[in-house]
């Protein structure tokens, strides 16, 4: 096997190869620092005194990631000793692959705080860009990726500052596996977090095929141009999230089709990538590239409606400021359409503002004042190639613009089975299909292709039978209160517990108003049914429901309608009764959220309904779940181009097929994290038969693989993956000469035995993960589940891994862990294991109904919610201080919930009152001088070691007693301080740690 420094060896060697020079000589930061300065006063032709370039140094070197990153690409100025400016750049950035590129080995950074040694650093005109962690075949990246993370987090770490703050790229590697993401603030950069923010790339190539190994990896990404343009060109700096983001592969080939096919003038064409996969990132940048193309006259990127206008311009600025302004209506388009601003180059507008510019019956007559531009290049490209409105204003396009070139993106492009019988350019009504309109695929990116590279989730679809020998035929609704009951039944296990939320797509209007009602209906009588003195076992829904109205006249709902094709044809009959039954659910809304919207502001009360669908994103703790949402019943909206990570269930009542099936499936397979598997789709029409169609048509992928991709395993085929998991656990634990029992876990002897434990056990939970969001399990399938691992076993084992994984972690964690144990190589997945049930506010329900006098039937026994907690990794840092306040409790003391929470606050500050004096007597100190010092560091979360020796110095000592000491006393001090921090960093801290 390649040892890791064999790995390192052979490829700088494969640098060398792509024309790196390799520098043996640059080791430190003296040395980095020196070679830095070479090459910054060759490339601005300046010589600098050894005091001008400390102090340019020290200017430009910037603990804030996004400003190092700006900086780099900036032409910056630096003032002179004698007074003058000097204009300078850190690297060519004109031409970026005139750079002078090297690269280093085991690079040492030592500052006050960290000493870290980096594997492989990239160096672009001295500057250090790239750097290659590098790890044995056996050890999976992740772990490098790990130990980059916990690099960062050291307080005074060479990312803050050195030169290193300028690094670009991680890229980590066991030469079969290549992975790859951007430096970013630590807020961006957090893989424990419930929701990961940090996005992992994998090279490939532009038919998507994988580039995992490392040597092909070096040939395609690292050569000197191929890294110059990842740098230079795609990657993004999010202005409004201070983040760097980079495109992913399908992204930058789409991008750099586009750009070819304008510069060499080859016609129109569009871009086949999926829901989901970053559409609005990939035209940005195409549109800020042509932007320096002096042949191109204007970009017009065009969207339908004017919430789309909005997100979309709000979302181009995000990427850059101020890069497009608001085209409050045609008469501002057509202004900024004349004018010679190089602002003014990329606009952003709506289709329909775009069809009045060119409306030759306009009073206005804006296309008389458009006529400057008839013969000019004019690249339009269009957020979604098959808007409704789109054909009415293609021939207008191409009449006007002569020269003009178009482009679309779709994630569902119309084929000759899915083409409607539409007028389009003003010819004989025929079947349009997006290839008749845009000529050619210039890339494609299908869902196929996302789901494999989880960039979406696949499917997990449950087709509902109801009770009783005569079974629906496809297509058939079956009645309404049987599908009421089957969501209500379902809901829990589809969302996890209500950590995600749902949308209902129905028929109709009229649907739609009669599921409300029975919905209201239905919870009410069960919520009368099932109350307690105590508590309600039934958790009733928050549901609301969100339908345009009749247009009347008013142009905003005309447009909002113009793709709600059922809505706007439902509300041609009986429109008052429509009204009405809006009005009505409105005021439910009102009063369910203390808000005022109006049916007049329509555009208002659905920009609310969207927000709090994903509101779901904040935990109840942080956000009370009486503000969410957990169902949506709707009729057309939110089927197409809205987005949750935290929506993973639709329910259908509604006949789907072809692009519109995909569209409204894609709202539920957003990535978040191992707790959200799949996207859940339960369907009450029986359209396996649409299901097949769509997958055929649109996974670009011959159709057995296609399935096997899209839609996740049976029941069954997972339920004997579990089976397997669990006697893997049982033969490893028999194999350690232990039963197979939680309690036997704390006897396995030595690290490797218990990491395997962790390894084991993560693939049952997994598994289990998965089933617990099966809505369409038999009770025969639930039986053998039990029976498999019961759950009260379970919950034990949940809690041996926490246990087990917490040791391991800080063992991990600790400086100079050997990299060739066992321990090393473990991935902690503790989101596996985060419950959205066993929260704080479910501990504190749960302790308050323990200890009424007449308990309900949902009582528990002191040890089943000690072990309940134990086993979440929600509440790991509150654990034992809830277990020991729990066991100071008395069943039948009839405490209330609020003055269960006010107990427990009492007692957390009674026991690091009672463990600072043991400390503080235990080191010979005053215990009040010691709670001044604990408080000055909580309220500053920053350690100062000065205060330190002001704390030490009543005793007396030499400097050298007193530095034992002070050593002796941070022994005991700083778990107690780490844990009061509750996972914040205490700057400085890390000094005193092992």
């Not at 870290?116 to 075949?137: A, C, F, T, W």
Request: proline residues 3%; glycine residues 4%.
């Amino acid at each position: 096997m390649t040892s890791e420094q064999q790995l390192e060896q052979d490829f700088i060697s494969k640098l060398t190869e792509l024309k790196y020079v390799y520098r043996s000589d640059i080791r430190d930061r003296d040395t980095l620092e020196a070679n830095f300065r070479q090459k910054f006063e060759a490339l601005n032709r300046v010589h600098l005194t050894d005091a001008e370039f400390s102090r340019l140094r020290d200017e430009i070197i910037n603990a804030d990631v996004f400003l190092a990153s700006k900086t780099l690409r900036e032409r910056n100025t630096f003032q002179r000793e004698d007074g003058t400016p000097l204009q300078y750049t850190l690297v060519n950035v004109k031409e970026w692959c005139k750079n002078d590129f090297e690269v280093v080995n085991q690079l040492r950074m030592n500052t006050q705080n960290s000493h870290h040694r980096y594997d492989v650093m990239l160096l672009i005109n001295g500057v250090p860009v790239v750097q290659v962690e590098l790890k044995s075949y056996s050890v999976s990246p992740r772990r490098a990726m790990q130990q980059i993370v916990d690099y960062k987090n050291d307080p005074g770490n060479g990312y803050t500052n050195s030169l290193l703050c300028f690094t670009q790229l991680f890229i980590v590697s066991n030469r079969s596996e290549t992975l790859y993401f951007t430096n970013n603030q630590n807020s961006h950069f957090n893989f424990d977090a419930d929701e990961q923010f940090l996005p992992v790339y994998r090279f490939a190539d532009e038919d998507n095929r994988k580039v995992s190994d490392l040597y092909e990896f070096a040939d395609k990404f690292l050569s000197k141009c191929d890294l110059s343009k990842m740098i230079s060109r795609y990657m993004v700096l999010v202005v409004s999230e201070q983040r760097l983001l980079m495109m992913r592969p399908y992204q930058i080939y789409a991008v750099k089709n586009i750009i070819d096919c304008i510069q060499q003038n080859r016609g129109n064409g569009y871009i086949w990538h999926t829901t989901g996969s970053g559409k609005t990132l990939t035209s940005f940048k195409a549109s800020t590239l042509l932007k320096d193309n002096a042949d191109i006259e204007k970009c017009l990127f065009v969207v339908d409606r004017k919430d789309l206008d909005r997100q979309t311009r709000e979302e181009f600025n995000k990427f850059q400021e101020g890069c497009v302004e608001e085209n409050t209506n045609t008469e501002t388009l057509v202004r900024r359409m004349l004018s010679n601003d190089y602002a003014d180059k990329v606009i952003v507008t709506t289709i329909q503002k775009l069809g009045l510019a060119l409306d030759s019956s306009n009073k206005k007559n804006y296309k008389d004042r458009l006529k400057p531009l008839r013969n000019k290049r004019i690249v339009f490209i269009f957020d979604e190639c098959h808007r409704s409105q789109f054909g009415d204003n293609h021939q207008a396009i191409k009449e006007f613009f002569p020269k003009a070139q178009l482009f679309g993106f779709t994630g569902t492009p119309i084929f000759e089975e899915n083409a409607t019988y539409t007028q389009v350019d003003g010819e004989q009504a025929s079947y349009k299909t997006t290839e008749d309109i845009f000529q050619k695929q210039l890339h494609s990116y299908t869902i196929t292709h996302a789901i494999e590279d989880k960039n979406v989730l696949s499917f997990h679809i449950d087709y509902f039978k109801p009770e009783g020998k005569s079974l629906p035929k496809p297509g058939e609704a079956i009645a309404k209160k049987a599908v009421v009951e089957a969501i209500l039944a379902k809901h829990d296990a589809a969302t996890n517990h209500h950590r995600f939320n749902a949308v209902l797509a129905t028929a109709s209007i009229n649907d739609a108003i009669t599921y409300y009602e029975l919905f209201k209906k239905a919870q009410t009588k069960q919520q009368a049914a099932d109350d307690t003195e105590a508590s309600p076992r039934f958790r009733p829904l928050n549901i609301a429901c969100v339908f345009s109205p009749p247009a009347e006249g008013n142009k905003d709902i005309q447009q909002i309608q113009e793709d709600l094709t059922q809505e706007k044809q439902d509300n041609q009959q009986n429109p008052d009764e429509k009204k009405k039954a809006l009005k009505t659910i409105i005021a439910d809304y009102n009063a369910q959220y203390g808000t005022n919207h109006r049916i007049e502001d329509f555009d208002l009360y659905y920009q609310d309904v969207q927000k709090r669908i994903k509101d779901h994103k904040y935990t109840d703790a942080d956000y009370p779940h009486k503000n969410k949402i957990d169902l949506v019943i709707v009729v057309d909206m939110l089927l197409t181009g809205f987005d949750s990570k935290y929506l993973n269930t639709l329910y259908v009542d509604k006949n789907l097929k072809y692009h519109g099936l995909i569209q409204a499936f894609s709202r539920t397979n957003r990535v978040l994290n191992d707790t959200k598997p799949y996207g859940n789709v339960l369907d009450f029409r029986q359209q396996q038969t649409e299901v097949d169609k769509a997958i055929m048509r649109f996974s670009g992928e011959e159709m057995g693989r296609a399935r096997e991709i899209w839609l996740v395993d049976a029941a069954q085929v997972v339920i004997e993956k579990f089976e397997k998991a669990v006697q893997e656990l049982s033969s490893f634990m028999q194999a350690q000469g232990l039963p197979t029992s939680p309690d036997e876990v704390h006897n396995l002897r030595g690290d490797a035995a218990r990491a395997e434990f962790i390894n084991r056990f993560k693939e049952v939970q997994r598994f289990k993960t998965q089933l617990d969001q099966y809505t369409d399990l038999s009770p025969e399938n639930q039986a053998t589940i039990d029976t498999l691992l019961p759950e009260d076993e379970l919950v034990s084992f949940r809690v041996a891994y926490l246990e087990t994984g917490k040791r391991l972690k800080a063992q991990q964690d600790k400086p100079g862990t050997d990299t060739d144990s066992p321990v090393d190589a473990v991935d902690f997945e503790f989101v596996l294991f985060a419950s959205a049930l066993i929260d704080y506010d479910y501990i504190m329900g749960l302790l308050a109904r323990f200890t009424q006098s007449k308990p309900s039937r949902e009582t528990m026994t002191r040890e089943q919610v000690i072990g309940l907690l134990s086993s979440s990794a929600n509440l790991m840092d509150e654990r034992d201080d809830m277990v020991a306040y729990i066991n100071t409790l008395q069943m039948g003391s009839g405490l209330t919930e609020r003055e269960i929470r006010e107990g427990y606050g009492r007692f957390k500050t009674e026991k690091i009152a009672r463990e600072l004096s043991v400390i503080a007597h235990t080191h010979g100190l005053e215990t009040e001088h010691l709670q001044r010092f604990v408080d000055g560091i909580m309220n500053r979360l920053i350690f100062d070691g000065e205060q330190l020796s002001d704390l030490m110095a009543p005793l007396g000592l030499g400097w050298k007693a007193r530095t034992q000491r002070e050593l002796a006393l941070m022994d005991d001090l700083g778990p107690l301080l780490k844990k009061r921090a509750g996972g914040r960093e205490i700057a400085g801290l890390s000094a005193y740690e092992d």
